[in-house]
């Protein structure tokens, strides 16, 4: 899997939006961007995937810049469920590979 | 829920033995991933199965194995248990094209005591 960069960790207001970014300058064109996240004592849960356009679901969107090289996570109303870890992980649309899991955001959730 | 399904949840055991650890994928995935989580640390990739033959391999003990069934059900073996294998133990699965999302099962928590 081609290389995602994030933070190692964020915080924000319960009810407020969050943005959780990555950078993935080495992106390729078959590359689809996922996102999962892992609550405490889960397994990681699949949040949203897409490949060039904005996508949105019932968990969240995802915002992709046009040159593709990075993307946004947005959770528009954070809970408290909402405090995980995030991992940004590109999947080629060909090759079913293994998935190296990065460090990912840990997101703090504040009442 | 997941589709993947794994059994059992939770296993407690004493050093030098062995458990097998089952999973079965959602239906029509081919590909069986198997992670070991130790406490507050990452998830590390094990060992990776495709329609029963072994597709990549991780960082996987010798004293560990694993298979994929004809079913499409995996089995990891951990064998000669050490305290250090105490760890969440995940299993995930995936269809091949469609972004190839993967999804977890809930874990298989192993204690070794």
């Known amino acids: 899997d081609a290389k995602t960069t994030q933070p190692n960790s964020m915080e924000s207001n319960e009810e407020e939006p969050v943005h959780l970014p990555c950078n993935h300058s080495t992106i390729s064109g078959t590359d689809y961007i996922h996102w999962y996240r892992q609550l405490p004592s889960q397994g990681p849960e699949y949040v949203i995937h897409?490949?060039?356009s904005n996508v949105n679901n019932r968990m969240a969107s995802l915002a992709i810049a046009e040159d593709r090289k990075s993307s946004t996570l947005i959770l528009h109303r954070a809970t408290l469920r909402d405090a995980a870890v995030y991992y940004c992980?590109?999947?080629?649309?060909?090759?079913?590979?293994?998935?190296?899991f990065g460090k990912g955001t840990r997101l703090h959730i504040l009442p | 829920d997941s589709g993947v399904t794994q059994t059992p949840k939770h296993l407690i055991t004493a050093t030098g033995q062995r458990v097998t650890l089952r999973c079965s994928p959602r239906?029509?995935?081919?590909?069986v991933y198997w992670y070991q989580q130790s406490l507050d640390q990452g998830l590390q990739f094990l060992i990776q199965y495709y329609n029963g033959e072994e597709r990549a391999k991780g960082n996987i003990l010798e004293r560990f194995s694993a298979q994929q069934f004809p079913d499409l059900h995996s089995e990891l073996n951990l064998s000669s248990l050490e305290l250090g294998d105490s760890a969440l133990y995940f299993c995930a699965s995936s269809l091949q094209g469609s972004g190839n999302t993967i999804y977890f099962g809930e874990g298989s928590w192993l204690t070794v005591v």
């Open positions: 897409g490949l060039t």
């Open positions: 239906s029509g995935d081919l590909s």
């Open positions: 992980i590109l999947r080629d649309l060909y090759r079913d590979d293994k998935i190296i």
